[in-house]
């Protein structure tokens, strides 16, 4: 049933889009569209792909809306510098690569009276967003403002630390930002010359995404996934796992790595990439599992973890990837202690649900505490 309701969800944002578009050319307005995307949240943007995945239908009808995204990490630091790379290719993918990924709200200052935000912190922030592929940035507040009397939530002022004052006085920010825009004006037809050679890349499952009912932002979580049968909650495993863990693994081994929607993306354009990662629950549809089989046995390396699905989005039985790779699942282990041993090094932390298999024939790369294969190596066709 939430399945059904995010589907309509989905199905009346794009109707709604679709109105806003067909009212704005009737009007004779041509100009390009852009529709800003938000993700960022406490300072992390790990809800992005959540947020995007909203308009997967709108940029079907509408090929050619921008879908941008804003960046605003709040401190910038070593929890939140990578998230800004995951955005901008999730965005890039999503749309097919049409169009510039475009920061609307690229963070200028703070809007939070209790964070205190360096400029050499920012700059070097922006510098990060635009060597991460970001094409288009708007600064957001550049100037403070002031709030009218007893409306401020938190007194008189709007947005601390900004470029430009409210009166319109230069704050330290605004050298950093000069000295930004003199960098990337000298430098910028290089910089469009410039590409990224990656040889892997992580798929995008969007329906991981697609549990803003099931999993609010602010309120009571809805959903159990033991209580319907499932062995993972897809809110864990792509957190942690994707988000924060092989994209943010990816660029701090400086690994060039991009990103591929599993929905849209064909065979052919996998096979360009020599490996392709991809978090997987229990679940998976047919047509991305039989994507990934094919990929498989045509000569890609595919890395699958923590599990091999074996039901589709409906909760039917679904075992085309299982029964390709002659893999069987031998049952789930909890531990409140959850150490594997991979590839010879013992005491790995892993998840605290870990899924054992029957390898038939495959190479044993990973064993549970009570050694039970739950890594495994196997040829697949080519």
Not at 244 to 266: E, F, H
């Amino acid at each position: 049933l939430y399945r059904l309701w995010h589907s309509f969800a989905r199905w009346y944002y794009a109707v709604y889009i679709d109105h806003i578009i067909r009212e704005i050319r009737y009007r004779g307005i041509d100009c390009p569209l852009y529709h800003n995307v938000p993700g960022w949240v406490y300072g992390r943007a790990k809800d992005f792909p959540l947020n995007i995945t909203m308009y997967e239908q709108a940029v079907k009808q509408h090929p050619y809306l921008i879908l941008g995204l804003d960046h605003i990490p709040e401190n910038p630091g070593y929890r939140n510098l990578h998230d800004d790379l995951p955005c901008n290719d999730i965005a890039r993918s999503m749309r097919k690569g049409r169009g510039p990924v475009f920061a609307a709200e690229l963070q200028a200052g703070s809007r939070e009276y209790c964070v205190r935000v360096y400029p050499n912190e920012l700059a070097l922030f922006y510098k990060a967003c635009l060597a991460n592929g970001l094409g288009g940035m708007n600064f957001y507040m550049f100037s403070q403002g002031e709030n009218p009397q007893h409306l401020g939530h938190f007194g008189p002022t709007f947005y601390w630390e900004t470029a430009l004052s409210s009166k319109g006085e230069e704050l330290p920010l605004y050298k950093e930002i000069a000295e930004f825009g003199r960098w990337t004006k000298t430098h910028g037809e290089l910089l469009l010359g410039t590409s990224r050679k990656s040889a892997a890349a992580a798929g995008f499952y969007s329906p991981l995404y697609q549990t803003e009912f099931t999993h609010p932002l602010w309120g009571n979580k809805r959903f159990d996934a033991g209580k319907i049968g499932l062995e993972y909650d897809p809110q864990a495993v792509r957190d942690s796992l994707f988000f924060d863990g092989i994209l943010k693994a990816a660029q701090y081994l400086n690994i060039d790595m991009d990103v591929q929607d599993l929905q849209t993306q064909s065979v052919e354009g996998l096979l360009s990439y020599k490996q392709l990662w991809v978090v997987c629950t229990d679940w998976m549809d047919a047509k991305p599992q039989e994507k990934l089989k094919a990929y498989a046995e045509r000569g890609g390396h595919l890395f699958l973890s923590p599990n091999v699905p074996w039901l589709d989005e409906n909760l039917s039985p679904c075992t085309i990837l299982q029964d390709a790779i002659g893999v069987k699942r031998d049952g789930i282990r909890n531990y409140s202690c959850p150490k594997i041993t991979l590839l010879g090094q013992e005491d790995l932390y892993a998840f605290a649900k870990i899924q054992a298999f029957l390898p038939a024939g495959g190479k044993v790369l990973a064993n549970t505490p009570d050694g039970k294969c739950c890594g495994l190596e196997k040829r697949v066709g080519k």
